[in-house]
């Protein structure tokens, strides 16, 4: 879901652009009632980027960047879901799961692994095949698969609106329930330092039935962050673009999501009294797509 780091479009063959109708309005509906028992494919990548870099007095004397990208291709079944009727557990079904690193392309699961995930209390838990999922692995996992929790905002409660909208139409996001969803034990920021709005961008068609475009923007700043030790934050922002395709006569799911941020963490100190003051900079970069093909 897009509260939970979640573009692109389906190739013209298949999607294409519906003739414009100035005057028609759509329901905004960003979420679908999930239940227990339902079966999707999902084909989830994700490109990111790390990188850390040192300096003093403006000059850098280190930086460390590293770059990947992960593909998770699975059969997903629904175990159970939340107050707000989204998916807390499910188990999922290796089809292809790889990491690329320079170019290099290797397996990080084997077809026809299971995966257990659960999402519970703030925590996310991964079981690959009854075993704890390595670190790395569980890592691009939480980015990767989509959970919830009871009590968790919803995209509605997030970025959708009362009102009906025609194409063009833009409306602003709810920053205070941005900010609850965004808050962690680790990061933390207030509804007066989120701003962002959501557009109708186009009205699409896919063997016969309509779909929303919908995009939305967010972004931070002055986010309370946990850093180096000793160091202080001295700036701490994000900005995410998040968008999908939303069915228009709400007769199932998104099949289609993506989201492209920039977390940018900067920090001042110094090892000792006696050394010089280093500036450090943090910025991660993530961009996701997923795409959805429901088996009921």
């Not at 979420?31 to 084909?43: I, L, S």
């Not at 075993?131 to 929790?149: D, G, I, N």
């Not at 995410?240 to 999501?257: C, E, V, W, Y």
Request: hydrophobic share 35%.
């Amino acid at each position: 879901m897009f509260s939970r780091f979640i573009c692109i479009l389906l190739p013209a063959l298949f999607l294409s652009p519906l003739s414009p109708r100035a005057a028609e309005e759509f329901t905004i509906r960003l979420n679908h009632p999930q239940k227990p028992g339902a079966r999707m494919e999902t084909d989830t990548t994700a490109d990111t980027e790390d990188v850390i870099t040192l300096s003093v007095s403006g000059r850098v004397f280190r930086e460390n960047k590293n770059k990947e990208s992960w593909r998770l291709r699975v059969l997903e079944t629904i175990d159970a879901v939340t107050d707000n009727a989204e998916a807390s557990r499910k188990t999922l079904q290796v089809i292809e799961f790889t990491q690329s690193n320079d170019g290099v392309t290797k397996p990080v699961l084997k077809s026809g692994a299971i995966i257990k995930a659960a999402s519970d209390k703030g925590e996310e838990t991964f079981t690959v095949d009854g075993s704890p999922a390595a670190p790395q692995v569980r890592k691009m996992l939480e980015r990767l698969v989509s959970l919830s929790e009871d009590g968790r905002p919803t995209d509605d409660d997030l970025y959708g609106t009362s009102k009906r909208r025609k194409i063009g139409d833009r409306w602003p996001i709810d920053a205070k329930a941005v900010a609850r969803a965004m808050k962690t034990a680790k990061l933390s920021v207030a509804p007066d330092d989120v701003d962002g709005q959501a557009t109708l961008k186009a009205v699409r068609e896919k063997n016969g039935r309509r779909f929303l475009e919908i995009e939305t923007t967010v972004a931070t700043r002055d986010m309370e962050v946990e850093f180096i030790p000793t160091f202080k934050v001295v700036k701490a922002e994000s900005s995410t673009t998040f968008s999908g395709l939303f069915p228009a006569d709400a007769r199932s799911g998104r099949i289609q999501d993506a989201m492209d941020t920039t977390f940018i963490v900067i920090g001042k100190g110094r090892r000792s009294p006696q050394e010089p003051e280093v500036t450090a900079e943090a910025r991660t970069t993530v961009k996701l797509t997923r795409t959805i093909n429901y088996l009921d």
